[in-house]
């Protein structure tokens, strides 16, 4: 993992604000809006190579970028959006779209989702405005969800006392990082829980 991370800069030749990519003490690239699309340019190093980065680092940082530059509530994920808008709380459109696709219900009615459906569920979140605040896996059996040492994690604990945007992407991209890391348990399903910008959480 590198030190790359993002962090807000001076205008030099583009009009409006601009955010560095920085790693240790170095810049190695600029996030700008040119009209309503954001372009990112990285710089080679001093050898005249280019920078080689992890590419979940580099997303972590762009997405950081873009919450400090774009307008709140806009998403770079709005083609997934639902097309049609309504007035209903994200998490009830969110509901709308997955509640049926739950592999398993427990006792509070809590949804227990395949790995593909929480992959998709996570993208959404993302276009709705909500986070994903704790995700753990468990192993269906028999009709049973039996949790599995070791996946369980909380990015709203990791994200605490962030801005709102940049909250909002770090806990989403870790949450894509962690099923990344755990798609090849076999019997997989996921338990999620989201918030929204109000603070308040939802079990999904």
């Not at 806009?74 to 459109?93: G, Q």
């Not at 940049?166 to 090849?184: K, P, T």
Request: negative net charge; charged residues 25%.
């Amino acid at each position: 993992m590198s030190d790359l991370r993002a962090r807000e800069g001076s205008s030099g030749e583009w009009d409006g604000p601009v955010v560095e990519l920085v790693e240790e003490s170095r810049v190695v690239g600029v996030v700008y809006l040119d009209g309503a699309t954001l372009f990112t340019e990285l710089s080679p190093d001093a050898d005249g190579d280019p920078w080689a980065f992890e590419v979940a680092d580099l997303q972590t940082a762009l997405d950081s970028a873009a919450a400090m530059l774009l307008p709140e509530g806009t998403s770079l994920l709005a083609e997934d959006a639902i097309d049609e808008p309504d007035t209903n709380h994200p998490v009830d459109r969110l509901a709308t779209e997955f509640d049926d696709l739950a592999a398993h219900r427990g006792d509070e009615d809590e949804g227990f989702y395949p790995l593909g459906t929480a992959v998709r569920i996570v993208r959404q979140c993302e276009a709705l405005g909500l986070a994903v605040v704790s995700l753990e896996g468990f192993r269906l059996d028999d009709g049973w969800a039996n949790p599995i040492a070791g996946m369980s994690v909380d990015p709203g604990k990791a994200h605490d006392g962030e801005p709102w945007p940049i909250f909002l992407a770090g806990c989403n991209v870790q949450a894509a990082a962690v099923m990344e890391r755990w798609a090849r348990e076999p019997k997989l399903v996921l338990a999620l829980e989201v918030a929204d910008s109000d603070g308040d959480r939802y079990v999904l």
